[in-house]
């Protein structure tokens, strides 16, 4: 149980309610031991009168009475405690439950790319989802029913103890076994429930890329061969989860013999006490319901095994993820107003995961209000600024200023209050466009909403559609084209007004009309604010106040527009390049 250790400062932190809840289980367990004590002595009253054939009758059934009326009485105290037993030890479980997954949801956020590259969405779902409900139950009902039976197996215990040694000691004797056969299960059940487990998240994540990319499976009439391998890994995941059961089923018929044993062992060894005068009748049918009510309890033992077993592969599972380190770690924070200037010094990036130099030894100066133009060919380096300005990565080597201030010494949520980023990949949520737009900026009003989509090129569009800005859209803007989802996300950066912003290719789905126009809005819009545009058009560069040329992560030409023209380098064969396709 060493992953489950995890959990023990939220143990911890609502030990008082759990403290609560062991002392109502105990008193609940107390008020239901009246019973086969009063039924004893019932029956033990019943035979010295009928064997006797004297006493007083009246005496007898006023005994029996209150005996019915206390076992009543004790029997509701019981079921009364029981049900605040579980309003208190069940509801702690949902308060872990939801503080640890926040704390995974929170962990998440803070992780890098990398992480998010190297693992399935699937897999994040299902160890937040499937694995933390493994976990509940352990923190729930499997500590309920723990203490139930421990409070219950100590109470019978000493009671039978008390009333017969020797008939104790014979009907406890399945016990050891008991014990021996559940620690062998145990091993068995935590091995096969890590693989449950496993399989179920690499069946989440399967199925997420599939409904993902429904749009390419269809395309290319994928469909069956899609359908062959769900339910290839549908028969192996129920192949395993059998293995699983096949061993969980071992547990309640074992459980169920050895209490038959020791019913057995009971009524043998307890018929012949009494036969020797050795106890009396009341005191077998005493034991009988004693060892019955031990039934539950020491079923349960197998189930609580099981559950702690699966919640122990679960919680190593999550202890994978919450163990990840945090690699871009909030700064001290900086107490000031971003002017914009930004300064790259001899800065290096090499990606962890794949050990690959995205930029090499690079610096430049963009000064407040300018704006840098990044240019050069597919993994020349260009989104690789974008990333380091944004602290999406931190360079190996070299510094980043802003405002003659480290880029690390500003606080992350500090820093990118300052920017407004449009990625490549354009993301929008299953939200409505109103909705998707708002998420540059909580609470901006219709009008602000509607003139950053005009400086985006797109209201004219959304007024069409039916619902206008109320449209909801589908995962990730599928019900939308490429150079709408392109130009809703620029409406989103531009609506949070930031000092700072980041275009990375944000224009390559639209038509070239359309891209002047944006390119004259995003200018007006700029004014005063630093910007850097990385495109593969010239055309979306060429007013920027200096341009880059990025190959292999290194800074080939520099300069502007028409002094990277003059150079007649890479720069001015790509433009001519680009000028001949668009005349043609």
Same mark, same amino acid.
């Given at each position: 149980m060493r992953a489950l250790q995890y959990l023990n400062k939220y143990l911890k932190k609502y030990f008082l309610k759990l403290l609560l809840g062991i002392i109502i289980t105990v008193i609940s367990r107390v008020f239901s031991l009246f019973a086969p004590r009063l039924i004893g002595e019932s029956l033990t009253a019943i035979e010295n009168y009928l064997s006797n054939h004297q006493g007083d009758l009246a005496a007898l059934k006023s005994l029996l009475l209150n005996n019915i009326f206390i076992i009543i009485?004790?029997?509701?105290? @019981?079921?009364?405690? &029981?049900?605040? *037993?579980? =309003?208190?030890?069940?509801?702690?479980?949902?308060?872990?439950?939801?503080?640890?997954?926040?704390?995974? +949801?929170?962990?998440? =956020?803070?992780?890098? =790319?990398?992480? +998010?590259?190297?693992?399935? &969405?699937?897999? $994040?779902?299902?160890? %937040?989802?499937?694995?933390?409900?493994?976990?509940? *139950?352990?923190?729930?009902?499997?500590?309920?029913?723990?203490?139930?039976?421990?409070?219950?197996?100590?109470?019978?215990?000493?009671? *039978?103890?008390? %009333?017969?040694?020797?008939?104790?000691? +014979?009907?406890? %004797?399945?016990?050891?076994?008991?014990?021996?056969?559940? +620690?062998?299960?145990?091993?068995?059940?935590?091995?096969? @429930?890590? %693989?449950v487990q496993e399989m179920l998240s690499k069946l989440s994540s399967y199925t997420q890329e599939i409904f993902s990319g429904m749009s390419v499976v269809k395309s290319y009439g994928l469909e069956s061969n899609t359908h062959e391998k769900f339910n290839a890994m549908a028969q192996k995941a129920r192949g395993i989860n059998m293995n699983l059961v096949e061993v969980q089923a071992w547990f309640f018929p074992l459980m169920i013999l050895l209490i038959g044993l020791s019913n057995l062992i009971v009524i043998f060894t307890g018929g012949r006490q009494y036969m020797d005068g050795s106890i009396e009748i009341g005191v077998l049918a005493e034991f009988i319901i004693y060892i019955n009510m031990l039934t539950w309890p020491v079923a349960v033992v197998g189930w609580v095994t099981s559950v702690v077993q699966q919640a122990e592969a679960s919680q190593k599972r999550i202890n994978a993820f919450l163990n990840e380190s945090v690699e871009i770690l909030n700064g001290p924070g900086v107490?000031?107003?971003?002017?914009?200037?930004?300064?790259?010094?001899?800065?290096? $990036?090499?990606?962890?995961? &794949? =050990?690959?130099?995205?930029?090499?030894?690079?610096?430049?100066?963009?000064?407040?209000g300018e704006s840098l133009g990044i240019i050069g060919k597919v993994g020349s380096g260009k989104s690789s600024v974008l990333n380091l300005i944004n602290r999406l990565y931190d360079p190996q080597y070299g510094k980043i200023l802003l405002d003659n201030h480290d880029i690390k010494t500003f606080k992350l949520d500090q820093l990118r209050g300052f920017i407004g980023n449009v990625t490549q990949n354009a993301f929008l949520f299953s939200e409505s466009i109103e909705d998707n737009i708002k998420f540059g900026k909580q609470g901006a009003s219709d009008q602000e909403i509607i003139e950053a989509s005009k400086k985006a090129d797109i209201h004219s569009s959304i007024k069409k559609f039916r619902h206008g800005y109320k449209t909801l859209l589908g995962e990730r803007g599928l019900t939308l084209s490429g150079g709408q989802i392109q130009r809703l996300s620029i409406a989103r950066a531009l609506i949070k007004d930031p000092e700072i912003l980041l275009f990375d290719d944000c224009l390559s789905a639209v038509d070239t009309d359309t891209e002047e126009k944006i390119l004259k809005n995003l200018s007006e819009f700029c004014q005063g604010k630093t910007s850097v545009i990385v495109s593969h058009r010239i055309s979306s560069v060429k007013d920027a106040d200096q341009i880059i040329v990025l190959d292999r992560g290194k800074i080939i030409e520099n300069g502007t527009h028409q002094k990277l023209l003059d150079i007649k380098g890479f720069y001015f064969d790509l433009f001519n390049k680009q000028q001949t396709e668009k005349d043609i």
């Open positions: 009485g004790a029997t509701l105290l @019981s079921g009364f405690f &029981t049900f605040l *037993m579980r =309003q208190t030890i069940i509801n702690v479980s949902r308060y872990i439950e939801f503080d640890l997954k926040n704390e995974i +949801y929170s962990h998440y =956020q803070r992780l890098t =790319q990398r992480f +998010y590259k190297n693992n399935r &969405t699937g897999d $994040l779902m299902s160890r %937040i989802s499937e694995d933390v409900s493994k976990v509940r *139950m352990y923190v729930g009902p499997a500590i309920m029913y723990s203490i139930n039976t421990a409070t219950l197996f100590i109470c019978v215990i000493t009671l *039978m103890f008390n %009333i017969a040694p020797k008939l104790s000691v +014979y009907t406890l %004797i399945p016990l050891p076994l008991l014990s021996i056969t559940i +620690y062998k299960l145990s091993k068995v059940i935590n091995a096969r @429930s890590t %693989i107490d000031l107003s971003i002017r914009g200037e930004i300064i790259f010094k001899n800065v290096t $990036l090499i990606y962890p995961d &794949t =050990q690959i130099k995205a930029l090499d030894n690079i610096s430049f100066v963009i000064k407040k």
